[in-house]
């Protein structure tokens, strides 16, 4: 690989996607939506192109597909067939997907739609599922760039554990999903395959770094989908495209033999996680993946089985309106105050809780970010000479920590999780409800802030993104205007730069946080906050 020659690469490997597509599933030019047409999602219904049979099965949730894959009444040949062309619907509209495995996955199902038939039982829960999944899982076979033209043409020697369970379990790979540089910044955009839009409004951004996942699901090119998160890559791409997800304590799911953005660093560390349309889809992926032992194949994940929960009648919650770094946008303080108008209607106990450790857990994710001096993302990228994106001119200019500085800096955050803790338990709290991002939504190029989620990956807590069911309405939710005094620098720039006109009927989606190793209470309080919400 010689350096210099990082568009060369590119330009092979976006044009390498697109000849993976095959000729039936592209769009015909005289079907595809204007590049002015911003909300794409309509287009499976009303363009003509899908049959009646694929918007049947690409309409439905991954647990009302399953048990007619486990009877037999649908095949998983069918019903990957039918994933497999929304899914490149998906790409050519929103630029979604970094990898396609068409013919493998129907060779899976129709092995599948075998066994079923011999047997007369499904081979596990998941039988005959597609399930998509972000970039950074291996798959033998299938390059796992990760937004580097380095790791162009450097396909997967093995499987990521991840996919060796939920392979046992039945599911069918057929897509990996488009992530940004690094898997470091919040929208889903890189030099190899470019930017990933939402389906919902092409303006605005699908999230990242899991954007590509979110940008499938929300199109439903898939049922459920897998990402990860050490700074909000799960959470803020639900909340950009109103889906849901569970960022899980490290030890829950199994992140072993996957690709990593920058090797080694494990001051904070990445856990992975669903991407689903429903919060039930959701428990059933976690339950399944938990069930099936993963501490048996990653030395990382702790043996603790998915554990029924019961809920005190009413939830006492500590509600957060901002983080002291920069306000939500109006739509999402509107989104919040009605959430917590509901729950104190339903009975529930609401208290305030101060953001006055919220900055000191940012900028600690900020530090173990950087903690290498941006070496392990520089070197990558001096392999082709690829360009340092702008969104991460901060690894250009990181000082490199010494070992007892790296040493020290892992003190600090056994500390500031200590006082959290005391806190949290003090307080005598449930749960916190509080943004998952400052916006519903925002135009590309202009996500500014990660401080909302990035603290709970510093904390290690359990947290849920979940859509509320209110929509942005610009006759509502207008623009603070001049004489809003900012809460920083940061927090002016978001506010000037809010576009209630572009966000309008955007959904919004709110944060749900319990302790450490609270996955399953956390579910639970969620379907709580729902039944209160509807």
């Known amino acids: 690989m010689s350096k210099g020659n990082w568009e060369e690469i590119a330009a092979k490997k976006r044009q390498d996607l697109l000849d993976s597509i095959p000729k039936e599933w592209r769009i015909p030019s005289n079907l595809l939506p204007p590049a002015d047409q911003d909300d794409v999602t309509t287009f499976p219904e009303t363009s003509g192109w899908f049959t009646a049979e694929e918007l049947a099965i690409t309409n439905q949730t991954a647990l009302e597909l399953l048990p007619k894959l486990a009877s037999g009444a649908l095949t998983s040949e069918v019903v990957t067939r039918a994933f497999c062309k929304r899914a490149a619907a998906a790409h050519q509209l929103t630029n979604c997907l970094s990898e396609t495995c068409f013919a493998r996955a129907l060779e899976t199902a129709k092995e599948l739609d075998a066994h079923l038939k011999s047997t007369g039982k499904p081979i596990g829960p998941l039988h005959g599922l597609p399930v998509s999944l972000k970039d950074n899982f291996n798959l033998k076979g299938l390059d796992a760039t990760v937004g580097f033209a380095s790791h162009v043409g450097d396909p997967a020697a093995y499987d990521s554990v991840l996919a060796d369970i939920l392979r046992e379990a039945g599911a069918v ?34 999230g990242g770094s899991s954007g590509g996942e979110s940008a499938l699901i929300a199109f439903k090119g898939s049922p459920l989908g897998v990402g990860t998160d050490i700074g909000g890559s799960l959470r803020i791409p639900a909340a950009c495209t109103g889906i ?26 990445s856990i992975n996680g669903p991407l689903t349309r429903t919060l039930a889809d959701l428990e059933f992926y976690s339950k399944t993946v938990v069930d099936a032992a993963p501490w048996h194949l990653d030395p990382r994940c702790l043996p603790i089985p998915w554990r029924p929960v019961s809920l005190p009648k009413k939830l006492k919650i500590g509600v957060m309106w901002d983080d002291g770094m920069a306000l939500p946008t109006p739509p999402v303080t509107r989104a919040l105050r009605h959430a917590v108008s509901k729950l104190e209607a339903a009975g529930h106990e609401i208290v305030e809780w101060s953001s006055v450790d919220q900055r000191k857990g940012q900028e600690l994710l900020g530090r173990m970010f950087l903690a290498d001096g941006g070496k392990a993302i520089k070197k990558e990228l001096e392999k082709t000479g690829e360009p340092m994106p702008v969104e991460m001119e901060m690894y250009s200019t990181a000082k490199e920590l010494s070992a007892s500085e790296y040493w020290g800096l892992h003190l600090e955050r056994q500390e500031y999780q200590k006082r959290y803790l005391d806190r949290w338990l003090s307080a005598g709290i449930d749960a916190l409800l509080c943004p998952t991002t400052p916006y519903s939504s925002v135009e590309n190029g202009k996500f500014r802030h990660v401080g909302y989620t990035g603290v709970y990956n510093v904390l290690d807590y359990a947290s849920i993104s979940f859509p509320t069911g209110v929509t942005v309405d610009k006759s509502i939710d207008v623009a603070l205007g001049d004489t809003y005094k900012p809460l920083s620098d940061l927090d002016k720039t978001i506010q000037a730069e809010y576009n209630p006109d572009v966000v309008h009927g955007m959904p919004i989606n709110l944060q749900l946080v319990a302790q450490r190793l609270e996955e399953e209470k956390c579910v639970e309080m969620c379907k709580t906050v729902l039944n209160v919400l509807s």
């Open 244 to 269: 849901f997800t569970l960022k899980a304590s490290f030890g829950r799911f199994p992140t072993l033999r996957c690709r990593s953005g920058m090797p080694g660093q494990e001051a904070v560390q």
């Open 173 to 206: 790979f057929y897509v990996k999903t488009n992530v940004p540089t690094a898997m470091m910044i919040a929208e889903s955009v890189n030099n190899v395959f470019g930017r990933t839009v939402s389906p919902l409004n092409r303006k605005l951004t699908s």
